[in-house]
């Protein structure tokens, strides 16, 4: 009964492991349709907690400027020239969080005379656990380059999975969570 209990508690966070979770804001007194060019502000990638190295590296930090290039560029921005100014500065931050859900499971009961035959199994009893999981949070900021000024962020989470991945899946998520969160940039 324990085992089918967790069994039940892994699906339901496999089943929050697909779920979006986009969230995006942005300054609306911006015309976002001006801006054409666009630099890595400096450090391009941050990792929180710094040094996790479950997620910090130096070949996550390219996949992510790889991703969000792509991305930009698809939507009509430009890397700034050499020795030109631009538009907008891009930030990203790939965040490792420890997380806490509680789980209820009702056990037993029993269906009356709704189906047609009455059924007793027995009194229904609730079990609560706590279960503890990793979850990823890929963060991308547009600031304005002269003053600072968050214009535009947008972030995606992921449960961390438990088993290993090969660099193309890696590869592969990134570019998903990527995706998702710049799906409707610029704002209209």
Same mark, same amino acid.
């Given at each position: 009964?324990?085992?089918?209990?967790?069994?039940?508690?892994?699906?339901?966070?496999?089943?929050?492991?697909?779920?979006?979770? #986009?969230?995006?804001?942005?300054?609306?007194?911006?015309?976002?349709?001006? $801006?054409?060019?666009?630099?890595?502000?400096?450090?391009?990638?941050?990792?929180?907690?710094?040094?996790?190295?479950?997620?910090?590296?130096?070949?996550?930090?390219?996949?992510?400027? /790889?991703?969000?290039?792509?991305?930009?560029?698809?939507?009509?921005?430009?890397?700034?020239?050499?020795?030109?100014?631009?538009?907008?500065?891009?930030?990203?931050?790939?965040?490792?969080?420890?997380?806490?859900?509680? #789980?209820?499971?009702?056990?037993?009961?029993?269906?009356?005379?709704?189906?047609?035959?009455?059924?007793?199994?027995?009194?229904? $009893?609730?079990?609560?656990?706590?279960?503890?999981?990793?979850?990823?949070?890929?963060?991308?900021?547009?600031?304005?380059? /002269?003053?600072? /000024?968050?214009?535009?962020?947008?972030?995606?989470? /992921?449960?961390?999975?438990?088993?290993?991945?090969?660099?193309?899946?890696?590869?592969?998520?990134?570019?998903?969570?990527?995706?998702?969160?710049?799906?409707?940039?610029?704002?209209?």
């Amino acid at each position: 009964m324990r085992v089918l209990a967790l069994l039940a508690v892994f699906a339901l966070l496999l089943g929050c492991q697909t779920t979006s979770t #986009v969230q995006r804001d942005y300054n609306p007194g911006h015309s976002f349709m001006d $801006y054409q060019t666009w630099d890595w502000a400096d450090p391009a990638v941050e990792f929180r907690p710094q040094g996790d190295p479950r997620i910090a590296s130096d070949i996550t930090a390219n996949r992510i400027r /790889e991703a969000v290039s792509g991305q930009l560029d698809a939507r009509g921005l430009r890397p700034v020239l050499e020795g030109s100014d631009a538009d907008l500065l891009v930030r990203a931050y790939l965040i490792n969080e420890q997380k806490q859900d509680v #789980v209820t499971i009702t056990h037993g009961g029993s269906f009356g005379a709704y189906w047609g035959r009455g059924w007793a199994g027995g009194p229904a $009893y609730s079990e609560s656990r706590s279960v503890d999981y990793q979850e990823v949070t890929l963060q991308i900021d547009m600031v304005h380059p /002269e003053t600072g /000024e968050l214009l535009w962020r947008g972030s995606d989470s /992921e449960l961390m999975r438990q088993r290993p991945m090969s660099p193309n899946e890696r590869n592969q998520q990134i570019q998903q969570l990527v995706t998702r969160i710049l799906g409707t940039f610029p704002p209209g």
